[in-house]
């Protein structure tokens, strides 16, 4: 069983595990003997950031890329399998070629109260394409904040987060996780 969290987590480990037995029994047979032990040390050892990371303990903070409804859907159901019945003040961007109405519907059921934001950095389809975060809000009648800033939602999160003792999560795109992960990485938190 994988270290990584996040019931996805663990069903995408166990697919990758059985294709890498497949091919191994099928391409290397004289490679079968070490396989137990790359997948225990693989279990043990892999990591992906962004990714239902856990970037801090007090007060909880995830960060998890889900851009999608499917990714959305397996993010809200992991938050729901271990930590059930906590609510989150949930930081969200997205990427303006997302599907809003579907992602926010399915975030709601485990958030109390968000912060909508945007990303600065380039996406795949140019500069400047995340959805403005005024109009994320209002695909949710959960009580709002709009910053526009990034950085400057996730400082205002940990204040929100403290007076009212609600852990974060940090959603909607790869690109907002990239763009506040250095937060913590750097310890400028």
């Known amino acids: 069983k994988p270290k990584l969290p996040g019931d996805f987590q663990i069903a995408n480990f166990t697919l990758a595990k059985e294709a890498v037995k497949y091919f191994t029994f099928r391409y290397f047979p004289s490679r079968v003997g070490r396989l137990k032990l790359a997948i225990v040390t693989a279990a043990r050892k892999t990591f992906i950031p962004g990714r239902f ?7 909880l903070t995830i960060l998890d890329g889900a851009h999608n409804s499917a990714k959305m859907n397996a993010l809200v159901s992991s938050i729901k399998h271990l930590y059930p019945k906590t609510k989150f003040l949930t930081v969200v961007a ?3 070629d997302k599907s809003i109405k579907s992602m926010l519907r399915q975030l709601d059921s485990i958030t109390d109260r968000y912060i909508f934001t945007r990303f600065t950095q380039t996406t795949d389809l ?11 809000s209002m695909y949710t009648k959960k009580p709002t904040q709009v910053v526009a800033n990034s950085v ?4 205002k999160a940990q ?16 690109y907002l996780v990239g763009e506040v992960r250095k937060l913590w990485r750097y310890k400028t938190i």
């Open 53 to 59: 990371e856990v970037v801090q303990k007090n007060p």
């Open 94 to 96: 997205v990427k303006g």
């Open 126 to 136: 140019g500069k400047g394409l995340a959805y403005d975060p005024t109009f994320l």
């Open 152 to 155: 400057q939602a996730i400082r």
């Open 159 to 174: 204040i929100i987060s403290q007076k009212n003792n609600l852990p974060i999560l940090i959603t909607g795109s790869l």
